[in-house]
Each structure stands twice: as structure tokens, then as C-alpha cells.
């Protein structure tokens, strides 16, 4: 049984000293591969660099995250691009899209950092249409403003992820009729998280992925933890339970399905 993690942040093991540890904990959890992703220039370069060091296991994405998008957000977006130049290139753009919980209280700055947001997510998106690559997106509280973005800029759906789902089964019969899919975090392990655990089995597992999003949410039973890339079992298990397969053939179906979207190499041993 192999496992692979979608969607990680790795540099701040790094910055800890924590990382050799982290990654010895993902092997023994038999935990292949994991991607790094992007969330802001800062971290781009960190994660290229472990994608070159740990060749066989992590990949990596840059993107700009809408809770880094500030006023001069432009600035870090036009240093995008020069990542799929590189001969070790990312295998995504994102995460980006929009975060509307972690707005300003004052509702004229939280309208400025809305504006900015926007502006930001369709330039990633014009940015992603002209490489063809994987899109990983971010949305919180802004699924229809989401939605007609992506709608809006011509990015083919089926290069679309929309990470850590947390919206509802009706809303995910939206994403996956265009084409897109979602992959889901520990949420799914939640007792009070009814509404996403419907929407893993409204997707179900032809083009389902799953992620820790590390250091961030830990699902049960290492809950109130720091999160890491070894955990990502517990929800590869915990989807299986709610898709009624067998962990072994599900585990196999999310490398798979994993390795298709990121066009990800099988690890040699």
C-alpha cells in the first residue's frame, strides 16, 4: 500500500530543522511522493530546491496564495513564470484563488484586498492557460466568485483542483460536471464535518486526491498535532470507509489518479 500526498508545506519543517524527520515519518508511513506546494515568493525557491534534492519524492508547485496577496502583489507574479523555464519545472501553478474569511475587518480594506485578490487570480489563471499546466486552487467562503473566475478565463477544468474542499455534495456536482475535481484534507475525518464527507462520496474515486496540507489540519486521530505528510493515511483510510473499497484498491486508484493529473513519475526503488 502507497500513499501519496497532493498538497504539503515543506518549508517551514525546513526552517525548524524538523524535515529529515518528517520525511524519515512519511517512508515508514509508506508515503511515496508529496508535493510542495507554492503559496508565495518566498517559498518558490525552497521547494524547487528540495524537488532537486529528494528528486524521487517531492515535486513542486509556485503560486501566489490569495492570503499573500497585498497591493504590490504584481510584483511576485511576474517572477512567476520564469519557474517553467527551468529544467526542473513545477509540475502545477497554485495554490491561488480567493479567501474570503481571512478578510480585514473594516469592509472598505476588505474590498481593497478583494479587488486584489481578483486581479491576482486572473492573472495566474491567464498565466496557467498559456502553459497548459495543473491548476491548484484555493477557495474559502468565495465559491461563486471562484467558479466564474475560472469559468471566465479559459482554463481547461480538467487541469483544475480545488484543494481542501470544504464546500458542500450539490457544489462539487458543479466542479466535477466541468470537468474539475477536489481533493480532500483530515476534514474528512471530523465528526462535525458531515457536509464534506457527503462530497467525497458524491465525487467519488475516479479523479479523487487526497492531501495533508501540512502542517495544517491533522486529522483524527492526531488531531490538535502538528500536521504532517505521514498522516495522509488516515484520510486515504477514512475515504476508503466512506466509498465502501477496500484501502488497498483505493490507495493504488489515488497514486494513480495522483500521478496522471501531476504527471508524476513512478519512483524508482
Not at 491567464?126 to 497548459?132: F, P, Q, S, T
Not at 504532517?228 to 483510510?237: D, L, R
Request: charged share 25%.
Amino acid at each position: 500500500m502507497e500513499w501519496i500526498d497532493s498538497h504539503c508545506h515543506l518549508d517551514g519543517y525546513l526552517r525548524q530543522g524538523k524535515l529529515e524527520a518528517v520525511l524519515d515519518r512519511a517512508a515508514k508511513a509508506n508515503v511515496t511522493q508529496m508535493i510542495a506546494i507554492g503559496t508565495e515568493l518566498d517559498d518558490w525557491t525552497i521547494n524547487h530546491d528540495l524537488s532537486l534534492q529528494y528528486s524521487q519524492r517531492i515535486s513542486y508547485t509556485v503560486g501566489l496564495h490569495p492570503c499573500h496577496v497585498t497591493e504590490s502583489w504584481d510584483q511576485q507574479v511576474n517572477a512567476l513564470e520564469a519557474y517553467f523555464d527551468r529544467k526542473h519545472k513545477p509540475v502545477a501553478l497554485g495554490e491561488i484563488g480567493l479567501d474570503y474569511f481571512h478578510l480585514p475587518k473594516n469592509p472598505e480594506d476588505a474590498e481593497g484586498i478583494k479587488r486584489f485578490q481578483q486581479s491576482a487570480f486572473e492573472r495566474q489563471l491567464a498565466i496557467a492557460k498559456r502553459l497548459g499546466c495543473p491548476v491548484v486552487i484555493h477557495s474559502r467562503d468565495a465559491y461563486d466568485d471562484t467558479i466564474e473566475t475560472i469559468d471566465a478565463s479559459g482554463v481547461d477544468w480538467n487541469k483544475i483542483v480545488v484543494h481542501c474542499f470544504s464546500y458542500s455534495s450539490e457544489q462539487i456536482k458543479v466542479i466535477n460536471k466541468r470537468g474539475g475535481r477536489a481533493s480532500f484534507t483530515g476534514i474528512v475525518t471530523y465528526k462535525n464535518a458531515p457536509k464534506v464527507q457527503k462530497a467525497v462520496i458524491e465525487q467519488g474515486s475516479d479523479v479523487l486526491m487526497i492531501e495533508t496540507d501540512s502542517p495544517y489540519l491533522s486529522p483524527e486521530p492526531h488531531r490538535g498535532k502538528t500536521n504532517e505528510p505521514a498522516y495522509v493515511a488516515e484520510i486515504g483510510k477514512k475515504c476508503a470507509l466512506l466509498l465502501d473499497e477496500p484501502p488497498m484498491e483505493l490507495s493504488q486508484k489515488l497514486a494513480e489518479n495522483t500521478r496522471k493529473f501531476f504527471s508524476l513519475s513512478v519512483p524508482h526503488e
